[in-house]
């Protein structure tokens, strides 16, 4: 699905525009910025507290938001799903690249009952999910099918538009079963004590990657850039990526005041971060690592279906790694202050 949106969009004027000199200009406009509702919001939160005018931030409720939103150039950086980020550079002519890895796997089989134990016991059953085309469809069909269930016969898949439909779902049928991200997971519980965490996928990706000569890890969220503001604008990238790394660090270490900032921005309500916070993986990984962890995440993707990468892996210019910019950003400060 979102593959085809945006092929669709590419065939645009829109695109023309995103592809041209003039669809960004190089004068002092704020950095525009989006994120969905989850983790990759929640670990901006601090900066988007700061209410810094050089900024300006956007929270979608749905996956399918964000790649128009690239294509038409409406937007300079956004979190978005690991998968999607190489769907967009292989379908833009290279025209983005990844900044950091900001989510690593949140991904949790949830059930209204108790019979599930194992991705064995998943056969047969009725799963609600929400973000097909991204991280979660790949992800569990790479489970399943490790496990011996194929995705498209021995289980159905209810694909929901977004995560809070796939939870109303999920709490309306008896013995339900869901594919869900944190915070939704926390969310979910809180309005029925029955709902129960079966399984991790994060814990299965780890058991299937067991004895891999080199093992990836499942990571759900990276940020990514438009390439041609981050050409026209490293300072400001540099600036965003430090800021985004404390960001992530408060996030991580306070969970009483990111709640607070996560509720106050509606992302979702305080007492459902509180408790969702130090499960969601929240992560800011860049440079080098990134890269080794996020190409290995892909290449696993791209062995089992390359659509789900945009046809092939990209090539190393997908990958942000202009001296670490947040090295590059305390550099320029200290040089600054030493003025």
């Given at each position: 699905?979102?593959?085809?949106?945006?092929?669709?969009?590419?065939?645009?004027?829109?695109?023309?525009?995103?592809?041209?000199?003039?669809?960004?200009?190089?004068?002092?406009?704020?950095m525009r910025i989006a994120a969905l509702k989850g983790p990759t919001?929640?670990?901006?939160?601090?900066?988007?507290?700061?209410?810094?005018?050089?900024?300006?931030?956007?929270?979608?409720?749905?996956?399918?938001?964000?790649?128009?939103?690239?294509?038409?150039?409406?937007?300079?950086?956004?979190?978005?799903?690991?998968?999607?980020?190489?769907?967009?550079?292989?379908?833009?002519?290279?025209?983005?690249?990844?900044?950091?890895?900001?989510?690593?796997?949140?991904?949790?089989?949830?059930?209204?009952?108790?019979?599930?134990?194992?991705?064995?016991?998943?056969?047969?059953?009725?799963?609600?999910?929400?973000?097909?085309?991204?991280?979660?469809?790949?992800?569990?069909?790479?489970?399943?099918?490790?496990?011996?269930?194929?995705?498209?016969?021995?289980?159905?898949?209810?694909?929901?538009?977004?995560?809070?439909?796939?939870?109303?779902?999920?709490?309306?049928?008896?013995?339900?079963?869901?594919?869900l991200p944190q915070p939704f997971v926390t969310t979910a519980q809180?309005?029925?004590?029955?709902?129960?965490?079966?399984?991790?996928?994060?814990?299965?990706?780890?058991?299937?990657?067991?004895?891999?000569?080199?093992?990836?890890?499942?990571?759900?969220?990276?940020?990514?850039?438009?390439?041609?503001?981050?050409?026209?604008?490293?300072?400001?990238?540099?600036?965003?990526?430090?800021?985004?790394?404390?960001?992530?660090?408060?996030?991580?270490?306070?969970?009483?005041?990111?709640?607070?900032?996560?509720?106050?921005?509606?992302?979702?309500?305080?007492?459902?971060?509180?408790?969702?916070?130090?499960?969601?993986?929240?992560?800011?990984?860049?440079?080098?690592?990134?890269?080794?962890?996020?190409?290995?995440?892909?290449?696993?993707?791209?062995?089992?279906?390359?659509?789900?990468?945009?046809?092939?892996?990209?090539?190393?210019?997908?990958?942000?790694?202009?001296?670490?910019?947040?090295?590059?950003?305390?550099?320029?400060?200290?040089?600054?202050?030493?003025?």
């Open positions: 699905m979102v593959q085809k949106i945006v092929k669709a969009f590419l065939l645009t004027a829109a695109f023309a525009a995103f592809t041209s000199t003039c669809a960004f200009a190089a004068d002092a406009e704020p919001a929640m670990g901006m939160v601090q900066m988007m507290d700061a209410e810094d005018s050089a900024r300006e931030f956007t929270i979608a409720s749905a996956v399918d938001e964000i790649p128009p939103m690239i294509v038409k150039g409406s937007v300079d950086v956004a979190a978005v799903p690991a998968n999607l980020a190489s769907v967009l550079y292989n379908n833009t002519e290279s025209a983005v690249e990844v900044l950091a890895i900001n989510t690593l796997g949140v991904l949790y089989i949830v059930e209204n009952g108790d019979s599930i134990n194992s991705v064995e016991d998943l056969r047969g059953k009725t799963i609600y999910a929400s973000g097909k085309g991204a991280t979660p469809e790949y992800a569990l069909d790479y489970i399943l099918t490790g496990n011996g269930i194929d995705p498209s016969a021995d289980v159905t898949i209810e694909w929901k538009s977004e995560h809070a439909e796939c939870l109303a779902a999920l709490l309306a049928a008896e013995n339900g079963v869901a594919l809180m309005q029925n004590e029955g709902i129960r965490t079966a399984l991790d996928l994060t814990q299965e990706w780890d058991a299937l990657q067991e004895g891999s000569e080199t093992p990836s890890a499942l990571l759900t969220g990276v940020v990514i850039a438009r390439r041609e503001y981050a050409d026209a604008h490293p300072e400001e990238i540099g600036a965003f990526l430090a800021d985004y790394e404390q960001s992530v660090a408060f996030v991580n270490n306070d969970t009483d005041a990111a709640a607070a900032l996560v509720g106050k921005f509606e992302i979702v309500p305080e007492p459902v971060a509180k408790k969702a916070l130090p499960a969601c993986n929240i992560a800011f990984i860049s440079g080098e690592e990134m890269q080794q962890k996020l190409s290995g995440y892909l290449a696993v993707l791209a062995e089992q279906n390359p659509a789900a990468v945009g046809g092939q892996l990209p090539a190393d210019d997908f990958y942000y790694l202009s001296g670490s910019a947040v090295e590059a950003a305390a550099q320029t400060e200290a040089e600054t202050e030493a003025e």
